[in-house]
């Protein structure tokens, strides 16, 4: 008796439903996705008991006729695909024809939906899988999806939900992500003692963020303007033929200023082409754009639109489409994290004394707050129009992805490739518009949310200082001979001496290795340092990057090495301390590693050894100098770490102490 077998359809759309449905979230998703690519305007989602009992998904899109609507429950059946060329430049939402038939296996499922043109809707309803009734219905246009008692044929599949409460939360947080992607439309999300979320359509992002946020998240973020940049420049190709359009890559959206930390996560959001993905080579170009500017260990908070030719990404590659393939992954990293830096960069905050305060502790990103009550909101949340209460939830899955996964799909980093040019030989490219030549001038910094949406309040925070304030600084003296005391007409000043002078050191250190001119200076002495079998790997890899930096290492037999020079300004009690850093620091990329990346963070390890140290005095002529130096950097606010620099007191502060305001 043969022992292969093909399973029966029931059994198959149940083994589907597992790879699809795995939560009431799931079910709304699929749902969303329809109800979207069917072009509606307006969606409501009703939801009871966390989704366990009901979800409702009403839109007004352009319908079903009868026959459409009874094919859509056969397996792989979709309007959306004609031939297997169509998977190569996929633009809708969904496209594999699995939703319906996989949710209405495991559920009792009642579609009603009528097609503009016709005079009278279809009603149908699925139980477990199984056809009970057709027949025509009085609807209006567009389709409503009833999915009720979820996963009741699948009992062990229903015991692993969790609480009302917390399907209710991931529910929220995936209408967020839609709304987000899609200002536009109007999201409505209920329940039936409550309205979650309620967004009427909007036609800016700011506006709808500041419809689910609220304007304190609005204040913490910096506007990403809409920044594009042909492939072409990129990757050498044949001339456009008569009358073909070039590929762009677009990258819009906000991030957070610096001083706004996380310690996880959950506040990025990334969309390509609308779709909420979960990416880690746009979650390792975000960390890239923040390197030497956040610590390590915390995170910002990023609302992220890619948009490119669909040919030009592979949706097909996961069973619930939230994970996505580049054709041309390297260059979308690269620009990415180029175009977050130039925003950063551009604004330059400096943190105040309140915020560096509360920076104690990582200041969040406002998440959307479980719902409540209008009483129960704060103040300033209920005056709101249009804000919404919305459960926390984080992103699906999103936990589990680490930034520090690298950018090559295999283990191991290569540092073959030339170094890489600056940004303005790689990419030509300004907001709004894609340029033929050299960069553009730096985008001025765009106007906040909060000054587009409301008018500033008497809390609203003073201006960001900017690189002028900095220039203008007048050292006072020192404290603990650690911290430089300095004053200007903006207030009172406190900055780190060994940060930043780590700051000034890292910047002429990059500059000087990409014009090839870093000084070193030899040893008296070889010192000779044992190193570990991967430190010995590591060093074999970057020997060529170590000796443009300024080191002089050769192998001393099979675990040793020979340190016969180290860059200017370092001390030979620190040569052994910087190279086993530099190889650990590395190594715990444990990935593609870029040799920009790579030259980073040899001058992170090499200034912040080369700078001036606490409790050491400075003459006035000392201090000057450095902040003189500081002034001109292209990052004053952090250290190479992520450690702040400068902290300010400003007048409007010093003013409310004394409680003269």
């Known amino acids: 008796m043969s022992r292969i077998r093909i399973l029966p359809e029931a059994v198959a759309n149940k083994i589907a439903a597992g790879e699809v449905v795995e939560r009431p979230a799931s079910v709304v998703k699929e749902l969303l996705e329809n109800a979207i690519d069917a072009g509606a305007k307006s969606i409501r989602i009703e939801i009871e008991v966390g989704g366990k009992r009901m979800i409702r998904v009403i839109d007004d899109g352009h319908g079903m006729m009868h026959d459409d609507a009874l094919l859509a429950f056969e397996r792989h059946a979709t309007s959306k695909l004609k031939s297997a060329d169509d998977l190569l430049s ?153 009358g073909e359009e070039q590929a762009l890559l677009t990258v819009s959206g906000f991030t957070s200023r610096p001083d706004v930390q996380r310690s996880n996560r959950n506040g990025i959001y990334v969309f390509v082409n609308r ?45 619930a489409k939230i994970e996505v393939r580049f054709r041309r992954s390297q260059f979308v990293h690269d620009f990415t994290r180029d175009t977050i830096r130039q925003a950063l960069m551009s604004a330059r905050p400096v943190p105040s004394f309140a915020t560096a ?64 040019p600056p940004v303005e030989q790689r990419f030509s490219f300004a907001a709004g518009t894609v340029l033929a030549g050299s960069m553009a001038p730096p985008v001025p910094p765009s106007a906040t949310w909060a000054a587009n949406l409301a008018a500033p309040s008497a809390d609203a925070p003073a201006a960001l200082p900017g690189q002028d304030q900095i ?79 300024g080191f002089e290492v050769e192998p001393m037999g099979p675990k040793s090495v020979a340190i016969q020079s180290v860059p200017a300004g370092i001390i030979a009690g620190d040569a052994e301390q910087l190279l086993t850093e530099i190889l650990d620091g590395t190594e715990s990329e444990n990935a593609a590693i870029s040799i920009d990346t790579l030259q980073a963070k040899i001058a992170a390890s090499t200034s912040c050894h080369a700078a001036i140290k606490i409790n050491t005095p400075l003459e006035p002529a000392k201090m000057e100098w450095l902040l003189d130096a500081l002034a001109k950097t292209d990052c004053p606010m952090s250290c190479p770490h992520g450690r702040p620099v400068v902290l300010r007191y400003s007048v409007k502060e010093i003013e409310k102490a004394f409680h003269r305001i």
Not at 94 to 104: M, N, Q, Y
Not at 128 to 133: A, C, E, F, Q, S
């Open 275 to 319: 779709r909420l993905v979960r990416d880690r080579l746009i979650l390792h170009a975000i960390h890239e754009a923040y390197r030497n500017i956040l610590p390590p260990t915390v995170f910002p908070a990023t609302l992220l639109f890619l948009e490119m030719p669909y040919d030009e990404v592979d949706v097909n590659v996961h069973p």
């Open 90 to 242: 996929i633009s809708t939402l969904g496209f594999r024809g699995e939703a319906l038939p996989t949710i209405a296996a495991v559920s009792r499922l009642v579609l009603e939906s009528r097609d503009a043109s016709e005079a009278e809707g279809t009603r149908i309803e699925f139980a477990g899988g199984k056809l009970i009734n057709v027949k025509a219905a009085g609807v209006p246009s567009g389709t409503t999806i009833s999915v009720g008692d979820l996963f009741y044929s699948v009992p062990a599949r229903r015991k692993f939900l969790k609480s009302d409460t917390t399907e209710l939360g991931h529910i929220a947080s995936l209408v967020t992500h839609y709304a987000l992607a899609n200002p536009d439309k109007q999201f409505v999300l209920t329940t039936p003692t409550q309205e979650v979320i309620n967004c009427p359509p909007t036609e800016k992002l700011a506006d709808r963020v500041y419809q689910l946020f609220g304007k304190l998240s609005l204040e913490e973020l910096l506007e990403l303007p809409a920044t594009s940049a042909p492939f072409r420049a990129a990757i050498t190709e044949p001339q456009l033929e008569e």
């Open 471 to 549: 220039r203008d600084l007048k050292p006072l003296g020192q404290v603990s001979a650690s911290f430089i005391v300095a004053v200007n007409g903006d207030g009172l000043w406190i900055v780190d001496q060994h940060v930043a002078h780590e700051r000034v050191l890292f910047e002429q250190h990059l500059e000087a290795r990409r014009a090839g001119k870093i000084e070193s200076q030899r040893m008296l002495m070889p010192m000779i340092v044992e190193l570990s079998p991967r430190q010995i790997v590591i060093y074999e890899k970057i020997a060529e990057e170590l000796a443009a930096n």
């Open 357 to 420: 305060a509360a920076g104690s502790q990582p200041v969040p990103f406002r998440q959307p707050v479980v719902a409540a009550p209008a009483s129960g909101l704060p103040e300033s949340d209920a005056a709101n129009p249009g804000y919404s209460a919305v459960p926390r939830a984080s992103i699906p899955a999103m936990e589990g992805i680490g930034v520090d996964s690298g950018v090559g799909a295999g283990g191991g980093f290569d540092l073959s490739s030339a170094p890489v």
